[in-house]
């Protein structure tokens, strides 16, 4: 007796739990279930900035060469210190240098070149074309590399030919110090919350700041580093500071 009535309690609960299921599958047929519509993500995925990283390493290991190396276990204040009589290497320690300001300073810059011109998009080398870094590395380089030139047909032909080591013996320090804090800048915009917007025009304002201070430094300096007539200090001026910088600005926004 108590067998057959456990059987029909088990009939009976199939049978509900038939009813159940097609009620719920003609509801589901006629309006998709949640978890059956679309979903979309969205979790912004944050910008990827490993490259910035690589650039800025392989910055800090060339200037851990230069000092360890080539400057013989000098510290930074035994390098800012230095004097031209006392000191070796500077040619060598004025290149790595240069590639430290190039690499910084492009990278930071590159993030407001507007567009790659078409003639340099349809540039392939090896297959590849020239990013936004790619296109102010290489200017600055050209940059960099024709003002270079100008420097020393400029004091060949003042008659001051000794002074071009000199020279550049002093300007390795300037830019040293300006490199470093080309790798803060980099670090604090790739990395901090700021609006990229706004601080360009902090950028414009510290660098006409540090090319009006580098013609001071350069101009008084102790070591004399230009030459003491006013028109070869004003034809200096215009020729290495005020061309050049109006050329790279040309060549990378507009």
Request: charged share 10%; glycine share 2%.
């Amino acid at each position: 007796m108590m067998t057959s009535f456990f059987i029909s309690i088990c009939k009976y609960s199939l049978f509900k739990l038939f009813i159940l299921k097609k009620i719920i599958y003609n509801f589901a047929k006629n309006k998709p279930l949640p978890l059956s519509q679309p979903f979309t993500n969205q979790i912004r995925i944050p910008e990827n900035n490993d490259w910035v990283v690589f650039i800025l390493i392989g910055c800090l290991f060339l200037y851990i060469f230069m000092f360890n190396i080539i400057e013989r276990g000098a510290t930074i204040f035994d390098f800012l210190a230095q004097k031209y009589y006392d000191s070796s290497n500077n040619l060598a320690s004025w290149i790595i240098t240069s590639c430290v300001v190039t690499l910084s300073w492009a990278t930071l810059i590159s993030q407001y070149v507007p567009i790659i011109p078409k003639y340099v998009a349809d540039l392939q080398i090896f297959g590849y074309q020239l990013n936004k870094f790619g296109l102010s590395l290489s200017v600055i380089m050209l940059f960099y590399l024709f003002k270079t030139g100008l420097g020393y047909i400029f004091f060949q032909s003042t008659g001051d030919s000794k002074k071009w080591s000199l020279f550049y013996f002093t300007a390795t320090k300037f830019y040293f110090i300006l490199s470093l804090i080309l790798i803060i800048l980099c670090i604090t915009h790739y990395y901090f919350p700021i609006d990229r917007n706004k601080v360009f025009l902090v950028y414009l304002y510290f660098f006409s700041f540090v090319s009006l201070f580098k013609v001071f430094f350069y101009s008084f300096h102790r070591n004399n580093l230009l030459p003491q007539k006013w028109y070869y200090k004003f034809l200096y001026i215009c020729t290495l500071q005020l061309a050049p910088l109006m050329a790279l600005w040309k060549l990378l926004f507009f």
